[in-house]
């Protein structure tokens, strides 16, 4: 059975930073994985991905040259980098994972997703 735990939210001031974890269980390989975020009344919205191979990587407009996503093969583990945070960021944000190659934007396409983290960004 294949688990996605996340970690590493909380709460943080305007131009702040946090860097959410998201380990998998279960599985030792995944085409991709990626984060996602809902906030109060929106749709869940692509943050940002990774291939597994390779390590390409994939970033909304709203966090490029601001987030950062990697990955540690070994522990099967990715990470989201959030640097010069803003109120609009504030948003439960989940991790994801591909079981066979897809589009790395919608979340239709994602088999696998953690419970989430809050994020909370106060101005």
């Known amino acids: 059975q294949v688990q996605l735990v996340e970690s590493g939210g909380g709460l943080v001031q305007a131009g702040g930073s946090l860097r959410l974890s998201c380990a998998a269980s279960?599985?030792?390989?995944?085409?991709?994985m990626g984060w996602f975020r809902q906030a109060p009344g929106k749709e869940r919205e692509f943050v940002a991905a990774?291939?597994?191979?390779?390590?390409?990587?994939y970033y909304a407009d709203s966090v490029k040259d601001r987030f950062t996503i990697s990955r540690d093969n070994a522990k099967i583990t990715v990470y989201l980098q959030m640097n010069k945070l803003k109120s609009e960021d504030t948003a439960v944000y989940y991790c994801?994972?591909?079981?066979?190659?897809?589009?790395?934007?919608?979340?239709?396409?994602?088999?696998?997703w953690g419970q989430g983290t809050q994020v909370t960004v106060s101005s």
């Open positions: 279960g599985r030792t390989f995944f085409y991709a």
């Open positions: 994801a994972a591909q079981r066979y190659y897809s589009s790395i934007y919608s979340p239709s396409l994602y088999d696998y």
């Open positions: 990774i291939r597994w191979s390779g390590g390409s990587t």
